[in-house]
């Protein structure tokens, strides 16, 4: 692990950052001055370690595989002494090949499943207590999450996914109404990452300064938000 200093600004923990969102996500909170902590799985070169070598001691990068919670227990062991204005889970998967719920696999469904609902909350449950009474924990969901506004199905396991995962965040904040920190649902928009596909509506610089904007604003404002990367509140 690189050792990062504690005294310059403000700590971001940021769990899934070796491409796409996550990586795009640690490079942002860097521009903007935040020393990051962030995650990938495996023991291979990733988009992160450019960044931490670009860095310095700014970036300190850990393994995590979220979906494995002794690997989850080993991670906060090792952050035991330190504190985080922002934890913010990005990492998630989308199902292969695509199709209607009844024609998924079981052991996809359940992949899919435990990746971006289980183990999202295992994460916040095992490494809320690094973060600052006042800071902010935070997830990423999807504009697909929505119930409300599931007007026209597809990506229904992922879809699934997502609403599952949100309202397992809506029972950690009822649990917790009386946490001062901001707890957040991030829709990020459809976004050119290896998930999002070349035909997405946006570029990687159009969702991630944007999203990083709204986690700052939200900032203080206590209770659970599902909003967009442009602040807007997104329908249950
Ligand atoms: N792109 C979009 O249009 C879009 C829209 C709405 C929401 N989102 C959400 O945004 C997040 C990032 O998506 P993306 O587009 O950047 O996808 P991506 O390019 O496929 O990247 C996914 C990231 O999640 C990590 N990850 C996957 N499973 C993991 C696990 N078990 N443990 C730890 N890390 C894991 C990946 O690590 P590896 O490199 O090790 O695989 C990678 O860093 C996801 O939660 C996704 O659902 C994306």
Redesign the pocket.
């Known amino acids: 692990m690189t050792t990062i200093n504690q005294e310059s600004g403000r700590r971001v923990l940021l769990i899934?950052?070796?491409?796409?969102?996550?990586l795009a996500l640690a490079q942002e909170w860097l521009s903007s001055g935040w020393d990051v902590v962030a995650?990938?799985?495996?023991q291979g070169r990733?988009g992160l370690h450019e960044l931490a070598e670009a860095h310095g001691d700014r970036v300190g990068i850990e393994a995590?595989?979220?979906?494995e919670p002794a690997q989850i227990a080993a991670l906060r062991e090792r952050l035991a002494s330190r504190s985080f204005d922002l934890l913010f889970v990005?990492?998630?998967?989308?199902n292969q090949p695509e199709g209607t719920v009844a024609e998924t696999s079981t052991e996809e469904f359940v992949r899919v499943m435990v990746?971006?609902a289980l183990?999202p909350l295992r994460v916040v449950e095992a490494l809320q207590d690094l973060v600052t009474p006042t800071g902010t924990i935070g997830v990423?969901?999807?504009?697909?999450g929505s119930v409300a506004d599931n007007e026209n199905g597809g990506h229904e396991v992922y879809r699934g996914s997502?609403a599952a995962l949100n309202t397992f965040m809506r029972s950690y904040a009822a649990r917790h109404r009386d946490d001062q920190r901001t707890l957040a649902l991030i829709?990020?928009?459809?976004?050119r990452?290896?998930?999002?596909g070349p035909g997405?509506r946006l570029g990687i610089d159009e969702s991630i300064p944007g999203v990083v904007k709204t986690l700052d604003s939200l900032q203080g404002r206590t209770g659970l938000h599902y909003v967009d990367y442009l602040g807007r509140t997104v329908a249950w």
């Open positions: 899934g950052a070796s491409r796409g969102l996550g995650t990938v799985r495996g990733t995590l595989d979220v979906t990005n990492a998630g998967v989308t990746t971006n183990s990423m969901s999807s504009g697909q997502k829709a990020p928009g459809w976004v990452t290896d998930m999002g997405a």
